[in-house]
């Protein structure tokens, strides 16, 4: 069976050899995906303003940050949220699970099957949030 990797859907491009996402069959399997730009580390988008610290959590922006970028994913590959399968989440701290999940709940009104525990880490420091995908398209 072939493998097509997708390299064109405009989200950050990871450092380390791996690619976003392949295209296997009728099946789309999203690398892992963290909230950052690659460059500067947490992009402004994904965290909080220090002068405006009330306005919205980190872990809520890095969610809406991963799952938008995720979204571009499986768009370039023909697919899109709600053909998602399978999902896989990784926190570093379970106290985040509540603001997480209420922006996971934008973006998926009937929510896929998911594991969700909590890691020590992730690769780039401050991170709080790593989101792999699944999906099945027709």
């Known amino acids: 069976m ?4 997708i ?3 405009g989200a950050p491009r ?3 050899h791996y690619c976003e996402g392949v ?3 009728d099946h789309i399997y999203a690398a892992g995906q963290i909230a950052s730009d690659y460059t500067s580390g947490i992009p402004s988008e994904a965290r909080t303003d220090p002068a405006f610290p009330y306005y919205g959590s980190d872990i809520q922006r890095q969610t809406r940050y991963v799952l938008e970028n995720l979204e571009k994913t499986f768009r370039a590959a023909g ?4 053909d998602v399968v399978k999902s896989q989440v990784f926190l570093t701290d379970l106290d985040d699970f509540y603001y997480f999940d209420q922006v996971w ?5 009937h929510p896929p099957p998911r594991t969700t525990v909590q890691v020590d880490a992730l690769l ?3 991170c709080r949030v790593e989101i792999d995908l699944v999906a099945f398209r027709d």
């Open 7 to 9: 390299t064109k859907s």
């Open 79 to 82: 697919a899109g949220l709600d």
């Open 23 to 25: 295209v296997v069959g």
């Open 14 to 16: 990871p450092l380390a």
């Open 2 to 5: 072939k493998m097509e990797s």
């Open 105 to 109: 709940k934008e973006f998926f009104s």
């Open 124 to 126: 780039v420091p401050g």
